[in-house]
């Protein structure tokens, strides 16, 4: 069965850490570009982060220096460790797989930045 599922969501305190996993299953994992993607409240989708098979990473400006994509192929999970939590970083957060015209998305998991 094809399908990400995503975990690691729930209530953080603003400055605080947290990190996200995606499990990936039914697909040439490696292959894929995998990326985190989110969405607040009234908000479109937007990109988080996405990183390749070898490893070459992309980040929003919005969260570079914060956040930490990384993957293992072994295991077929990427993760997205995040640090230094903003309010604005509230959001559901979608893991995302990519291989040419092939597009999957995770059901989402919700992080929520409040005290």
């Known amino acids: 069965q094809v399908q990400l599922v995503e975990s690691g969501g729930g209530l953080v305190q603003p400055g605080g850490s947290r990190r996200l996993s995606c499990a990936a299953s039914?697909?040439?994992?490696?292959?894929?570009?995998m990326g985190w993607y989110r969405q607040a409240p009234g908000r479109q989708r937007e990109l988080v982060a996405t990183?390749?098979?070898?490893?070459?990473?992309n980040y929003a400006d919005s969260v570079k220096g914060r956040f930490t994509i990384s993957r293992d192929n072994s295991k077929n999970v990427v993760y997205l460790q995040m640090i230094s939590l903003k309010p604005e970083d509230t959001a559901v957060y979608y893991c995302?797989?990519?291989?040419?015209?092939?597009?999957?998305w995770g059901q989402g998991t919700q992080v929520t930045v409040s005290s």
């Open positions: 995302n797989a990519v291989l040419l015209r092939a597009t999957l």
């Open positions: 039914g697909i040439a994992f490696s292959a894929y570009v």
């Open positions: 990183i390749t098979g070898t490893g070459d990473t």
